[in-house]
């Protein structure tokens, strides 16, 4: 998957672009301000819907404009194919094409375009919530599995309805319909997480073993959101019953689901140092972009955002080599020009100036 053009409009600072992207490396330097990272937030927005820094809403949309508007173009390299994609987004509204045909959920265009992103906010996949953490594994599901996503909207139908209902002191044969659809689409939605988990493992344990050697070997370990060994979902929806309707929501099933990382060098599930998360993280992120790699026949776009805020010197050349390697693209941003020892002829190298972009040789 190679972006061959990106035309940004009234995103932030940024005044209207258009960039052809280089096959390999595409550096993006400027001073902090510049708008350097909004080009890496246009690539997000795209493939995942939101901001990696905010809901649309906050600050994204440039001021005095009505709303943003991206355009992507990029070819397949599994197919091959060209694919192009369109967003004007409005915050509270918005409109796309892809491949010239409206589309009618935002999940198409994500679907089509696939970017991994790695940016100072990321440590909190493994230091934060676990939303965060759900909507990782999902992420990877929802590109690999194509029945995936009909299966997770059906379970969150089921449980908007089922939260509704706890809410308006339901017959009891209100809730037994719901708590049915939700076990028939929770069950094998927490098999497929659990299965992807496991899938993930080894590559998981073998980039952090690169990245964090000092902390021994990388465990995956999932936690269903209810006691899945001792009890079906169905039934621990009927024995929370009883507390779920004194609270309004729904305590137990996939939607409390998580996952943690634990190292043989960390006994005691010792708290990681926020480097160390980064870092963790960073090999989550990586271990999914190579388990797609393998599932499509293609890298995702990797997008890194203010890489040598983030990663030391010995950390940011050995990531490099990995992704050149990869055959990956790749969109890193930084207040430092790129050093020559860095760089390759293929790569190509961008600067950020007062919401202006230039193409640098």
Same mark, same amino acid.
Request: charged residues 25%; contains cysteine.
């Given at each position: 998957?190679?972006?061959?053009?990106?035309?940004?409009?009234?995103?932030?600072?940024?005044?209207?672009?258009?960039?052809?992207?280089?096959?390999?490396?595409?550096?993006?330097?400027?001073?902090?301000?510049?708008?350097?990272?909004?080009?890496?937030?246009?690539?997000?927005?795209?493939?995942?819907?939101?901001?990696?820094?905010?809901?649309?809403?906050?600050?994204?949309?440039?001021?005095?404009?009505?709303?943003?508007?991206?355009?992507?173009?990029?070819?397949?390299?599994?197919?091959?194919?060209?694919?192009?994609?369109?967003?004007?987004?409005?915050?509270?509204?918005?409109?796309?094409?892809?491949?010239?045909?409206?589309?009618?959920?935002?999940?198409?265009?994500?679907?089509?375009?696939?970017?991994?992103?790695?940016?100072?906010?990321?440590?909190?996949?493994?230091?934060?919530?676990?939303?965060?953490?759900?909507?990782?594994?999902?992420?990877?599901?929802?590109?690999?599995?194509?029945?995936?996503?009909?299966?997770?909207?059906?379970?969150?139908?089921?449980?908007?309805?089922?939260?509704?209902?706890?809410?308006?002191?339901?017959?009891?044969?209100?809730?037994?319909?719901?708590?049915?659809?939700?076990?028939?689409?929770?069950?094998?939605?927490?098999?497929? %997480?659990? /299965?992807?988990?496991?899938?993930?493992?080894?590559? $998981?344990? @073998?980039? &952090?073993? +690169?990245?964090?050697? !000092?902390? *021994?070997?990388?465990?995956?370990?999932?936690?269903?959101?209810?006691?899945?060994?001792?009890?079906?979902?169905?039934?621990?929806?009927?024995?929370?019953?009883?507390?779920?309707?004194?609270?309004?929501?729904?305590?137990?099933?996939?939607?409390?689901?998580?996952?943690?990382?634990?190292?043989?060098?960390?006994?005691?599930?010792?708290?990681?140092? %926020?480097? /160390?998360?980064?870092?963790?993280?960073?090999?989550? $992120?990586? @271990?999914? &972009?190579? +388990?797609?790699?393998? !599932?499509? *026949?293609?890298?995702?776009?990797?997008?890194?955002?203010?890489?040598?805020?983030?990663?030391?010197?010995?950390?940011?050349?050995?990531?490099?080599?990995?992704?050149?390697?990869?055959?990956?693209?790749?969109?890193?941003?930084?207040?430092?020009?790129?050093?020559?020892?860095?760089?390759?002829?293929?790569?190509?190298?961008?600067?950020?100036?007062?919401?202006?972009?230039?193409?640098?040789?």
């Amino acid at each position: 998957m190679r972006l061959t053009r990106l035309d940004i409009r009234d995103l932030r600072r940024l005044e209207p672009v258009s960039i052809q992207p280089g096959p390999a490396l595409n550096w993006i330097s400027g001073d902090n301000g510049a708008g350097k990272t909004s080009m890496l937030e246009a690539l997000h927005l795209l493939a995942y819907g939101r901001s990696f820094r905010g809901p649309v809403r906050d600050g994204l949309i440039r001021t005095g404009a009505e709303a943003l508007e991206i355009f992507a173009e990029w070819e397949e390299t599994a197919s091959p194919r060209v694919r192009r994609v369109g967003l004007r987004h409005a915050g509270q509204s918005w409109q796309g094409r892809l491949d010239g045909v409206p589309a009618v959920a935002l999940g198409e265009l994500c679907a089509a375009l696939a970017v991994v992103t790695f940016e100072p906010g990321s440590h909190a996949l493994i230091a934060g919530g676990g939303e965060l953490r759900r909507r990782w594994v999902d992420w990877g599901l929802f590109h690999v599995e194509q029945d995936f996503l009909p299966l997770w909207r059906r379970y969150a139908r089921a449980l908007k309805q089922r939260n509704a209902l706890l809410k308006s002191r339901p017959r009891p044969e209100q809730l037994d319909a719901w708590e049915h659809e939700l076990a028939e689409a929770g069950e094998p939605l927490t098999t497929r %997480r659990e /299965q992807y988990l496991e899938r993930l493992q080894t590559r $998981l344990a @073998a980039v &952090a073993a +690169d990245l964090v050697p !000092s902390l *021994g070997v990388a465990m995956l370990h999932f936690q269903p959101g209810w006691r899945r060994h001792d009890l079906s979902l169905a039934d621990a929806l009927l024995l929370a019953r009883e507390r779920d309707l004194m609270t309004g929501h729904t305590s137990v099933g996939p939607h409390r689901a998580d996952w943690r990382i634990d190292y043989a060098a960390r006994p005691g599930r010792e708290a990681l140092s %926020r480097g /160390q998360a980064k870092l963790t993280a960073l090999a989550c $992120l990586l @271990a999914q &972009a190579e +388990d797609y790699a393998e !599932s499509r *026949g293609e890298w995702p776009v990797v997008a890194l955002d203010d890489l040598a805020s983030e990663l030391d010197r010995q950390h940011q050349r050995q990531l490099l080599a990995k992704l050149r390697q990869s055959g990956a693209q790749v969109f890193i941003s930084g207040t430092e020009a790129p050093s020559e020892a860095d760089r390759q002829p293929d790569d190509v190298w961008f600067h950020v100036e007062h919401g202006q972009i230039t193409k640098t040789s």
